[in-house]
């Protein structure tokens, strides 16, 4: 069964950007923007890229290498929202001051 994993204290994050994380086998992308802590994959599934070195404004991020936009609360591409294309996202909470993401089995 699928846990909630710890990845970084609330201030480790500052608004508006991202980090990424070992979770699980995998890397994550957290986001913290308007108070609300969202992730998804770390990896742009066009090139590689990091997401969490992306630039962050309103609800996305823009890949640094090639400015793919994804929507940091659902992985959609937003450069093409009819598209299949999307980045995996994760449900997120905070506990005290300790942000924990959850990765499916």
């Given at each position: 069964?699928?846990?909630?994993?710890?990845?970084?204290?609330?201030?480790?994050?500052?608004?508006?950007?991202?980090?990424?994380?070992?979770?699980?086998?995998?890397?994550?992308?957290?986001?913290?923007?308007?108070?609300?802590?969202?992730?998804?994959?770390?990896?742009?599934?066009?090139?590689?890229?990091?997401?969490?070195?992306?630039w962050v404004?309103?609800?996305?991020?823009?890949?640094?290498?090639?400015?793919?936009?994804?929507?940091?609360?659902?992985?959609?591409?937003?450069?093409?929202?009819?598209?299949?294309?999307k980045t995996?996202?994760?449900?997120?909470?905070?506990?005290?001051?300790?942000?924990?993401?959850?990765?499916?089995?």
């Open positions: 069964m699928a846990e909630f994993q710890a990845v970084a204290r609330t201030d480790e994050i500052p608004e508006g950007e991202g980090r990424a994380f070992a979770v699980s086998g995998r890397m994550v992308a957290v986001f913290f923007k308007d108070g609300t802590y969202h992730a998804i994959n770390d990896s742009c599934p066009h090139m590689g890229a990091s997401l969490a070195t992306g404004e309103d609800n996305q991020v823009t890949c640094p290498w090639h400015a793919w936009r994804f929507c940091i609360s659902d992985g959609t591409w937003l450069d093409n929202p009819e598209s299949d294309l995996d996202c994760y449900e997120v909470r905070v506990v005290e001051d300790e942000i924990q993401v959850l990765i499916p089995e």
